[in-house]
């Protein structure tokens, strides 16, 4: 029975998003662990520094073609096209 409640709230992603998604080159957001302690968090209510080696989200700058924005993973509001 849970079962049934639980999957029904989530909903299912149409064919058509991957087929979208793979005509892309690249990704529209990076996870790494942060490779020093200088980038500070985007979020407004944080802006803290993220310690290097903790694990970081960046997001695609297609102008300068490089990832930037980083936030910290907790900090993070996952798009809906990522979920």
Do not use: N
Not at 6 to 15: A, F, G, V
Not at 64 to 73: K, N, V
């Amino acid at each position: 029975m849970i079962y049934k409640q639980t999957y029904t709230l989530i909903p299912s992603i149409k064919y058509e998003y991957y087929e979208e998604a793979a005509k892309e080159d690249v990704p529209g957001y990076k996870v790494e662990l942060a490779k020093s302690g200088r980038s500070k968090c985007s979020k407004k209510d944080c802006g803290g520094k993220i310690d290097k080696d903790s694990i970081r989200v960046g997001s695609l700058d297609k102008v300068a073609g490089s990832y930037g924005r980083w936030h910290h993973l907790e900090c993070w509001r996952v798009p809906k096209k990522v979920q």
